[in-house]
């Protein structure tokens, strides 16, 4: 287990090489530099120049990759250009936030995917299993900023009882963050709802076939414990991967979110650092976002051997 | 009264081309201790039977049409689900044919003898696991305790089916139905199975229905014989009587080509031709189109089981002719 954890640990320092590699080429490759930005539209030529020479951008591109790396290998990823904050800082104020909405996303997810999941096969072709996948059906077609534009408009603009954007600290006021999130986490997980309804219901219809529930059921176990544990444990070794997906999905998919409901997040931070050019910031903060969702899949691949003994024992 | 009653029963599923009766007027009794075994190619309707019997068909595309089960004086057919959990496990159990799937592969072994006794009894953890240990000692696996934390796919297909059938008796039934619980295991293995299976009737007394498609299984362990061909008995006898003298002509051409436990996989092939599927029977006799022996008169209607005595019955219209 701890063996599997490790190698998995290791074959992750080729990934986070490539991320890095690409945001750092990628970011060179697009017009304009971070020099346009500080110097602003007034700046001449000259300014221009010092500002680059300042920032170290008027050396060769390998030169610059090189001294990017040498710090990293130190532990030091720089200093964001625009908030003048270290980049690690940066990250480790605006990442909690965007980590608090995916998590309260996911929990929306999980609670209502796998009920109605869950629910629909038991009721397979009934009337309650065709609704739940007509909606499962809208939830995996709306898309999420145009679901929080509904929402917007209806409950902050409208209605009133939610503000329509802004961010509240869960450690600050646990109410005032269920006001500022709720809209923002529904937003998001909604497409992930349907998917994860959708899959649970044919994953679970999938087990409710296998002759081990057969067997079950000719042991007179009661229903519910056929379902809840026969058929659930074996269906959410499937749906962990799902899920683990899926939680890659919500923390890429709250820059969209966070832009709407203007969430000081990551994914605000690195869409503003981008735009402004702040290389150092972009390549920091997409380097420990990946670090950070690469420790997440190891974590689901641990949830996966916990699930399934077949796992937990083949590996050494 | 016997054990087992079954009247008539009648079991039709829904498909796309409509519905299609699997079997149909299933008769027969079993009494206490005694072993029953009923025979016939593959489709032939002895799992349906069997899961009829249970109440484990789906319901739909499953539907009794007609006909009764009655267990130890108790109207199964039309039972509430709730209270034929209570009897499934304790009073009637099951072992099917593949051990390999049959199993959870997330529960350990320990865990799914423990919990079949937990849903029928009102006895300590402590208990539960004393008697899982019991019944897996019963069984012939080795070193017990050790055992059951142990998951399904450390375990061979053998003992697989050892671990089903000590759940199956766990809580002591009545009657143990067991579909075709050697097929899928090597034959030295199948001979084990099976002289358990004698051993524990032996020693609990409980009544044994044997679902095969092998003469030589029958001839090793039942007490009486149902020889199925689709979907109907067509013939019904002390397993003696059946060797000795059979009376259908299926039941001749499966004799005929007995294969010993040996020669378990190829199956019964001596028979010229193949059983028709449920929506393409034959009128009057089903086995006719194969039959050696038969007349105009076989296509007319379906010849019922009659008994040539008290204890052998066929359902040939020349059974008289050709005894
Ligand atoms: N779920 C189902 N839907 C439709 N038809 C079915 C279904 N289950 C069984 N049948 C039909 O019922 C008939 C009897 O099947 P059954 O499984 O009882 O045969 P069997 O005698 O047990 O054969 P085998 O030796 O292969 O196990 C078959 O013709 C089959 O096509
Ligand atoms: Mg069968």
Redesign the pocket.
Known sequence: MAGVILRRLAGAVPVLLIVSLITFGMMRLIPGDPSSVIGGLSATPAQLAQIRADLGLDEPFFLQMLKWYTALAHGDLGRSILLGQDVVGATLQRLPVTLALSAYALVITVVFGLCSGVFAALRQNTVIDQLAMMFAMLGISVPNFFLGLLMIILFAVRLGWLPTGGYIAFTDDPVGWLRTSTMPAISLALLQVGLLARITRSTMLEVLRQDYIRTARAKGLPRRVVVMKHALANALIPITTVVGIIVSLLISGSVVTETLFSIPGMGQLLTQAVLNRDYPMVQGGLLLTTAFLVMINIAVDACYALLDPRVRYESP | MSLLEVRDLTTA?K?ERGE?T??EDISFDLDEGEILGIV??????????ALTIMGLLPQP??RVVRGSVHFAGELLTGMSETRLERIRGAGISMVF?EPMTSLNPVLTIGEQIMETVRAHEAISVRDQRLRAIEMLDRVGIPSAVRRLGDYPHQMSGGQRQRVMIAMALACRPRLLIA??PTTALDVTIQAQVLDLLMDLRDELGMAIMI?T?NMGVIAETADRVLV?YA?RIVEQAPVARLFDRPLHPYTRGLLDCVPTLEQDRNRLVAIPGSLP??ARRPAGCRFAPRCGHRIDACSAAIPPLVAVDASHASACIRTDILA
């Open positions: 599923f498909t299609v699997a079997v016939g190619e593959s489709g032939s309707g002895k799992s349906v039977t595309p499953a044919q579909d075709e679902i498609h199925m979907g599927e449920p």
